[in-house]
């Protein structure tokens, strides 16, 4: 028998590989394991990408992929589940089969437009997303250019209503992309007032914010926060993973996603 003390909260993770490691799955992964729970991940795509840039974009094969996810489910007692970069419209069919029966908290990071600049989802994918995956989503986390391009709206407060009327429980829209003195970023409900949360802008652009941000909501549900909180937490810690970050490339910043246990804060 497995000792109780040797187990983790798990969060399955369902996106794309960065191999500069900033972005993507290995975001996720150490976002993850920072608040200490164990990350189990399914790659959609595999990526030509750096710290300045994306080339290309390979999906991964429809019947390997649902295998892969279907194994982890049946093996696992999964608490949450993070879904970023998914990659062909397909894939996103094979994500609502496998998670349509589930009962978990998901946190849908949508991920239309790379940080470095690139469209990395087609019209026909996140029109799939919104008719699939929106009703089975806890929360979403679109930045403002991904929250007007999901709704075709431009004012914000509609954009998130209408996200909501597509089926999600709550939304929480980034407001790195506009041109305020502070970052702005805001969570929406049904039933509440939209509460905005205000972040220092930091100078430096970074590859892999929204990665980290959207992981590290689904661990902190996957740790039995409510979602409010676990809301609040994660913006917390994203914004210190900025303001520690790394420069290991040429181009956009690397989220810095230990600093806290590097500086002995924990």
Known sequence: MVNEKNKKPIVLVIAGHDPSGGAGIQADIESIANAGCHATTVITSLTAQNTNTIRNITPQDSIFFREQIKLVLDDMDILACKIGMIGSPELVDTIHDALSNTEIPIVLDPVINSETGKNLSSEKTYEKIISSLLPLTTIITPNTVEAKILTNCEDLKFAANKLLNYGTKAVLITGTHEATNDVIN??????????????????????????????????????????EKAVKDAQKYTWGTLQNGLHLGKGQIHPNRFFIKKNNVL
Do not use: M, Q
């Open 186 to 227: 805001t969570f929406y409900t049904k039933d509440s007032v939209p509460i905005n949360y205000t972040w220092e802008r930091l100078s430096n652009t970074f590859h892999g914010s929204g990665c980290t941000l959207s992981s590290r909501i689904a661990a902190n549900l996957a740790l039995g926060n409510n979602l």
